[in-house]
């Protein structure tokens, strides 16, 4: 009769490995949320605080990019815009 040589260590079976790979994904994943929850809250309290100030940093940017309504307005009138 042949023996199959059966390996009797921790790490050497495969649902011992498999755990392992799930519960280290499973901490990983703990501290992205974490970090990110942290970083949702920064741009919510950012929002808030622009909103009260009586705008967003968002609606200036908007009002200064090219091919705005005030420079479209002044490019139909005849006037020369910027640049």
């Known amino acids: 009769m042949t023996g ?3 390996s009797q260590g921790l790490l050497d079976q495969p649902g011992t ?3 392992l790979v799930v519960f280290g994904m499973g901490v990983m ?3 992205v949320f974490r970090s990110m ?3 949702l809250r920064k741009v ?3 929002a808030r605080a622009a909103e009260l100030t009586g705008g967003s940093a968002g609606q200036d ?3 200064d990019a ?3 309504s005030s420079q ?3 490019s139909q009138n005849g006037a020369a815009g910027p640049g």
């Open 17 to 19: 490995v498999a755990f």
């Open 72 to 74: 479209t307005a002044a």
């Open 44 to 46: 919510n309290d950012a």
């Open 61 to 63: 940017d908007a009002e």
């Open 66 to 68: 090219p091919g705005s």
């Open 29 to 31: 994943l703990f501290f």
């Open 4 to 6: 199959l040589a059966v």
């Open 37 to 39: 929850s942290r970083h």
